[in-house]
């Protein structure tokens, strides 16, 4: 079964500056996480979905913004960009189920803002 | 106080010993909890996962959980050059599906 995959693996912006992140899930998984991943916080939740509607959320701005698509691929947009969004970003798939929930992650798409 | 904590590491241990992971959590409502594993420079890979009290063993690797202290446990027996990693633990809440809160990671070293 193919794993978790991400688009693009890395990206260069400047401030100011909008992005979009992709991330296709393992087949048959109907929930897509995000998380931001920088040496000082380290892994934080940004938000879920689960079935194209947005079903948690972490506390991060209005800036950080996702969709899911009818065939589970998620998208995380952030606008505005600031330098201090300079992370790994993470999504991982599950399938969903709240009482047998494991995550398993992408490689990340390594975010660098100048 | 961390929603989550590890040892704050980082972690020795000589090949062939037993090393033994830590991590308190404060939400008495978390009724799953992971360990990941994470190389350096890679993104983390699940290694366990474990919902109920006691023990959970896989191999070299057993997770324990004892809701009542909140405290959960990853023991690596036998461990190789090839265990040294930064091991996470998550934990997540039935009622909030797809978000887990991790700790800030154990960095793990195992010498030859």
């Known amino acids: 079964k193919a794993g978790v995959t991400q688009t693009p693996r890395y990206l260069i912006k400047t401030r100011g500056q909008q992005v979009t992140l992709s991330c296709s899930p393992i087949?048959?998984?109907?929930?897509v996480s995000w998380y931001q991943q920088t040496p000082g916080q380290g892994l934080q939740f940004l938000f879920e979905?689960?079935?194209?509607?947005?079903?948690n959320k972490g506390n991060f701005p209005g800036r950080f913004s996702g969709r899911q698509f009818s065939n589970s691929r998620s998208e995380m947009n952030v606008s505005t960009l600031e330098l201090g969004d300079s992370a790994l970003y993470l999504c991982?798939?599950?399938?969903?189920?709240?009482?047998?929930?494991?995550?398993?992650f992408g490689p990340g798409t390594r975010l660098t803002v100048l | 106080q961390k929603e989550v904590e590890q040892n704050s590491g980082p972690l020795s241990v000589p090949e062939g010993a037993i090393a033994s992971l830590n991590c308190t959590y404060s939400?008495?409502?978390?009724?799953?909890f992971f360990w990941y594993r994470q190389y350096s420079g890679k993104s983390p890979e699940l290694i366990m996962s474990?919902?109920?009290?006691g023990d959970k063993e896989d191999g070299r690797f057993t997770a324990q959980l004892n809701k009542a202290s909140q405290y959960v446990s990853l023991l690596i027996r036998d461990s190789q050059p090839s265990d040294s990693a930064t091991y996470l633990c998550?934990?997540?809440?039935?009622?909030?599906?797809?978000?887990?809160?991790f700790g800030q990671g154990t960095e793990l070293s195992v010498k030859p």
């Open positions: 087949s048959g998984h109907r929930s």
């Open positions: 991982a798939s599950s399938s969903g189920n709240p009482s047998y929930n494991e995550q398993f």
């Open positions: 979905y689960f079935s194209e509607t947005q079903r």
């Open positions: 474990i919902y109920s009290n």
């Open positions: 998550a934990v997540s809440r039935y009622n909030q599906g797809g978000k887990l809160i």
């Open positions: 939400d008495r409502g978390s009724q799953s």
